[in-house]
């Protein structure tokens, strides 16, 4: 990626000045009762962390922050917080919402910068757990199952921890260095991270389950279905997990500059992929959706982000076939007009072709982002039932049809269950940490 390209990715908001964030935070009613920590999904203490940065207490801002959220850093910039804690903020009813995630912000840089310890490892008790994914649960998992005692090993398939918030997420979201910093402070509680470990080629499940006296299945979810249309194969189509991983390696080669770009699906990885498409210099990228605006899954203010990067969005639409030249190389996609029809088992109306109304748009790269694989031969080796890949458990004490593993994050996401969010994932990690220490706890008679 050149020189030019690279500054279209750094970081897109700034961070508030020490007087802004005085000021901000000495708006605050540092409520008694406060809504905000309840709409929190990790019960972050926000009146206090707020409060301690209104004192210049700025380490025990960022450490009420981070022990409630150990990835608080990467929540600072893409939780939804117009939904969660801002959402609830009392003042929302006579002027604005107190600025809670650019003040989280403010106080987790101010941790990374001064690299300061905030957490210390604790005492051995004896026991290993074994996690499987370094995504937001699995650290989560990881960083309290350490601070409690147990001797914590991370499998990882990727080259680098972090899962999600390293490979996923768009570097002018969440750069690099920020999930580097949270996977830094896991390793320094003495957690061991096996990276390019993949379970099933270089190490079994059954030598996991063996070795290990408890395991924590989180996985993420894996590459982007195929569309099942004609001309997937050309050069210049897309998985948009893929393409957002290597905007954030820097490994991009793909020139897109002037080009045009159809992006199919309109979740938060679909945004993903065509501001990540405007940012490598594409000329015209559309967001093409079966269903209506109404129905888009993505977060509002990720749909309301794409607009102002000049992304278009054709409603109704679906790819019907992949057009390419004599070189392979795509010119153009098929598409067909839709309509929504009876609603189906989830309560959704049903999207329908439009007989006769095809139409041709010219492209260079179509990039396929139609929701996510599941890891179904790993959930399978280790023997746990699962409803299309989505992990069965126990929604109280988080555990799966096997009494030694336990799972968290997206790998129990789906099928009407959970929320897939960051800070949902890293909550359900932190939980699994505990209910594994509450029953080791009772075995060995501490309880």
């Keep these: 990626m050149s020189s030019q390209l690279e500054r279209n990715f750094v970081e897109m908001t700034g961070r508030m000045t020490k007087n802004e964030a005085m000021e901000e935070a000495n708006r605050c ?11 929190c999904p990790t019960s972050i203490q926000i009146p206090n962390f707020i409060k301690k940065i209104a004192s210049s207490n700025m380490k025990g801002s960022a450490l009420t922050i981070m022990d409630a959220n150990p990835i608080g850093a990467s929540c600072a910039r893409v939780c939804p917080t117009e939904i969660l804690c801002e959402g609830a903020c009392v003042l929302n009813s006579s002027t604005k919402p107190i600025k809670i995630g650019q003040l989280q912000r403010y106080a987790t840089d101010w941790a990374m910068e001064t690299d300061v310890e905030l957490f210390k ?15 937001p649960a699995g650290l989560s998992a990881a960083r309290e199952l350490s601070r409690f005692g147990y001797s914590v090993t991370i499998f990882e398939a990727e080259a680098k921890a972090g899962g999600l918030n390293t490979y996923g997420i768009v570097s002018f979201r969440l750069p690099n260095e920020v ?69 954030k390696m820097g490994v991009l080669t793909e020139d897109l ?22 940012r ?71 999207p329908e072709a439009i007989e006769g109304s095809e139409f041709i748009i010219e492209v260079d790269a179509v990039i396929k982002a139609i929701g996510q694989t599941r890891f179904v031969p790993l959930i399978e080796a280790f023997g746990l039932q699962h409803t299309n890949g989505v992990v069965d458990i126990d929604e109280t ?19 009407g269950q959970g929320e897939a969010m960051v800070v949902t994932a890293a909550q359900q990690g932190k939980n699994a940490a505990n209910i594994i220490h509450e029953r080791f706890k009772k075995q060995s008679g501490n309880a």
């Design 280 to 350: 490598l210099g594409a000329e015209q990228v559309d967001i093409l959706y079966r269903r209506t605006e109404k129905e888009m899954t993505a977060y509002q203010y990720e749909y309301e982000f794409a607009k102002q990067d000049g992304v278009g969005f054709k409603w109704l639409t679906a790819p019907k076939r992949i057009i390419g030249d004599e070189a392979g190389k795509v010119t153009g996609l098929e598409c067909v007009k839709m309509k929504l029809g009876e609603a189906g088992a989830d309560g959704r109306q049903r």
């Design 257 to 278: 500059i002037g080009k045009r770009v159809a992006v199919i699906g309109a979740g938060n990885t679909a945004i993903d992929g065509a501001t990540c498409a405007v």
């Design 121 to 135: 490892k604790g005492e051995p008790n004896g026991y290993k757990v074994a996690i499987v994914g370094s995504g």
């Design 179 to 247: 999930a580097d910093w949270e996977v830094a402070q896991v390793e320094k509680l003495g957690v061991e991270i096996k990276t390019n470990t993949r379970v099933g080629v270089d190490i079994s499940a059954e030598d996991i389950l063996t070795q290990y006296d408890s395991v924590i299945v989180a996985v993420g979810m894996g590459s982007v279905p195929n569309l099942g249309i004609e001309g997937e194969e050309l050069e210049g189509v897309h998985d948009a997990i893929e393409f957002v991983k290597r905007t």
């Design 397 to 415: 004490t988080m555990q799966t049809s096997n009494a030694k593993v336990f799972a968290c994050g997206d790998v129990v996401f789906g099928n």
């Design 29 to 39: 009613l540092y409520c008694y009762d406060a809504p905000c920590i309840t709409a």
